[in-house]
């Protein structure tokens, strides 16, 4: 099993520029998420879909989408990226809400000049 | 709202030295606390997960306490090796809120 696998690994973009990490689970799980990590201030929740065909804001949403696509699949989407959310973006997954382990996936970093 | 603090942000400590690292939330309903292991440019490691109905869980040399009571958790490294050294974040989860603190950065001399 891959668990959590997310794409790409490393993204630069320009201010205004538009882009979708995608994030996919191979562990049956139905609860996903999507975090942000920045330097000092730990993970933040930016959006998470309790099953499929769900989706709830988190902590820090705003200039960001998401789409459960199906079970398997989260993606999170940058309409018109700025310099403040250049961050490491985690997806992470678990079998049925908060109440179960959280498995993350690898990280992509994401630069935006 | 919750909130999870970690002290130190850094602990650097000799090899063999058991040690403690430690987390305080400030929310006692909290349904659950987790401990990850974060290596450099890596993503999490799920380390232990404590139920609010539990008050401590083992896995080796690694043993993780909850007191909701007093807002506190620790997670206890045995016999510490280089290998152990990486970052610890410890997140607490209530009302379909995960929060996460900072960390510590853990490093583990020869």
């Known amino acids: 099993n891959a668990g959590v696998t997310q794409t790409p690994k490393f993204q630069v973009l320009k201010t205004g520029q538009s882009m979708t990490l995608q994030c996919a689970q191979d562990m049956n799980h139905n609860s996903m998420y999507w975090y942000r990590q920045d330097p000092g201030m730990g993970l933040r929740l930016i959006y998470y879909s309790a099953s499929e065909g769900t989706t709830d804001k988190g902590e820090v949403p705003n200039g960001y989408n998401v789409s459960r696509l199906n079970k398997r699949e989260f993606s999170l989407r940058l309409e018109s990226a700025a310099p403040s959310q250049t961050s490491v973006y985690f997806c992470a997954s678990s079998t049925s809400g908060g109440y179960y382990e959280q498995y993350f996936g690898p990280g992509t970093r994401l630069t935006v000049t | 709202k919750q909130e999870v603090t970690q002290i130190p942000a850094a602990l650097s400590v000799p090899e063999g030295e058991n040690l403690v690292l430690n987390c305080s939330f400030t929310?006692?309903?909290?349904?659950?606390l987790q401990w990850f292991r974060q290596d450099p440019g890596k993503g999490l490691t799920s380390l232990l997960l404590i139920q609010s109905s539990q008050r401590e869980q083992t896995s080796g040399r690694l043993n993780a306490s909850l007191d909701k009571s007093s807002g506190r958790s620790t997670l206890y490294i045995a016999a510490s090796q280089p290998g152990d050294s990486a970052t610890y974040l410890c997140a607490g989860y209530n009302n379909n809120d995960m929060r996460f603190g900072a960390g510590t950065r853990l490093t583990v001399k020869p």
């Open positions: 929310d006692s309903a909290i349904y659950n």
